[in-house]
């Protein structure tokens, strides 16, 4: 599989729904732009990485602003509270990781896409929080035979996903500074193996010019816009798909192949993975809906998937094991959150129903955290209400934040 056309394809859909919900709105001047630059200090919050001997590197960003303006009188961006939707180009400093051996990381590159909502707001100072979403370049894949250690990042390119809150001040008539608290994740979202990913969690600290004058006022002084939405139960229906390279089977083959060269010239197979999701959401707000959702999953790779077990795991632990059953069942609680036609979906679920080879704790041991009973969807949806509220969507499906696949759907909302 080509990660990096799969990967463009992806961000593709998120830019195309992002420019359709009018997140940028129609009338945003000039003066409505913001320049910032941002230095951000974070640490690796593994604990399975036993080469490495330093936790911290620095990531530095530049980034164009465009500040929603209350006269263009949207409901969703009252409703928000007025963010600021930036544009930016970010260097993750990941060379500045230190190791035992001969290891060495690459720095990484990242066009990004952010959101930033303050949820306080006063003359001097203001609090809240932002989200950041983007495509990753990884000028250094994973090498058996030069840098085995680097087995964190195999892909060129990858995905990239920031949250966290920030304190802001306000000084002069177009000036702030500010402080954060951010956690940043880089994964190809197991397109490829090996990708242990890097999790990281630090502060920064960033400077923003305005081209207008800020005031406080502008943004609290507006008259409530009537939203308009339906209130009440809604339902989907989702169909998913997506690609999946094993974990159990990527460890298996590094305890049965001692042979870096050959290591080097491994492509493990993409397996499909399938879905089929039924939601039952309560619409209570212009910008909430929250419910429980019911998910059946397919997975392709169950004969492989024994057979890596019984070379890694070995014959007792697999012959003792539940099966081997191509079918788990999910129970997760949803929630979705809007702006005009796009949502953001999240759910954080459990499986009543899941045998897939030896026990979650076993596995998990092992690296690989996919066999666990709890799972989480994080993605995004953009629906047509002239196409009979169908909708397009993608989510990253992982378990304790190590992803499994990347998730393509289609669904109805009936």
């Avoid at 200090?41 to 593994?46: A, L």
């Avoid at 707001?121 to 000028?139: E, I, Q």
């Avoid at 966290?164 to 951010?182: C, N, Q, S, T």
């Avoid at 092992?366 to 989510?395: C, I, M, Q, S, V």
Wanted: charged share 20%.
């Amino acid at each position: 599989m080509n990660s990096r056309k799969t990967i463009f394809k992806l961000f593709l859909v998120v830019i195309i729904a992002l420019n359709n919900t009018g997140l940028y709105a129609q009338n945003v001047r000039k003066t409505d732009l913001a320049l910032s630059a941002h230095g951000w200090y974070g640490y690796d919050i593994e604990q399975s990485r036993p080469n490495l001997a330093s936790l911290g590197y620095m990531n530095y960003e530049m980034s164009v602003g465009f500040q929603t303006n209350p006269a263009d009188s949207c409901c969703y961006a009252q409703a928000f509270g007025y963010p600021m939707i930036s544009v930016g180009l970010s260097l993750a400093r990941t060379s500045n990781f230190k190791f035992y051996d001969k290891t060495k990381l690459p720095d990484l590159y990242t066009a990004f896409g952010s959101f930033e909502r303050s949820i306080i707001r006063r003359k001097h100072f203001s609090f809240g929080y932002l989200l950041d979403f983007g495509v990753t370049y990884n000028p250094g894949r994973y090498d058996p035979v030069n840098n085995p250690g680097n087995n964190w990042l195999s892909s060129p390119i990858m995905a990239y996903f920031g949250a966290g809150a920030l304190v802001k001040y306000h000084f002069g008539k177009r000036w702030e500074i500010g402080v954060d608290l951010m956690f940043r994740h880089f994964s190809n979202g197991r397109l490829e193996l090996p990708n242990e990913a890097l999790n990281g969690l630090g502060a920064g600290l960033f400077a923003r010019y305005r081209l207008e004058d800020y005031d406080y006022k502008r943004y609290s002084d507006v008259p409530r816009i009537r939203a308009e939405y339906k209130k009440g139960m809604q339902y989907m229906i989702v169909l998913g798909t997506g690609f999946h390279t094993c974990m159990a089977e990527w460890n298996a083959y590094v305890e049965k192949e001692p042979d870096p060269v050959k290591k080097k010239n491994m492509k493990l197979k993409a397996h499909p993975k399938f879905s089929l999701s039924f939601d039952a959401l309560y619409r209570y707000s212009l910008r909430y809906a929250t419910g429980i959702g019911f998910d059946v999953f397919y997975s392709s790779n169950m004969k492989e998937l024994e057979a890596s077990d019984r070379v890694f795991y070995g014959d007792a632990a697999v012959d003792n094991c539940p099966g081997y059953n191509p079918i788990s069942i999910g129970i997760a609680v949803v929630q979705e959150v809007y702006w005009k036609n796009f949502a953001v979906h999240v759910a954080v679920g459990a499986y009543p129903y899941r045998h897939k080879g030896v026990n979650g704790a076993l596995a998990k041991d092992a690296g690989d955290r996919e066999r666990g009973w709890h799972y989480e969807k994080a993605g995004f949806r953009y629906y047509f209400p002239k196409l009979g509220n169908t909708f397009l969507g993608f989510a990253i499906k992982s378990h304790s934040i190590k992803a499994e696949y990347l998730e393509y759907s289609l669904g109805i909302r009936l």
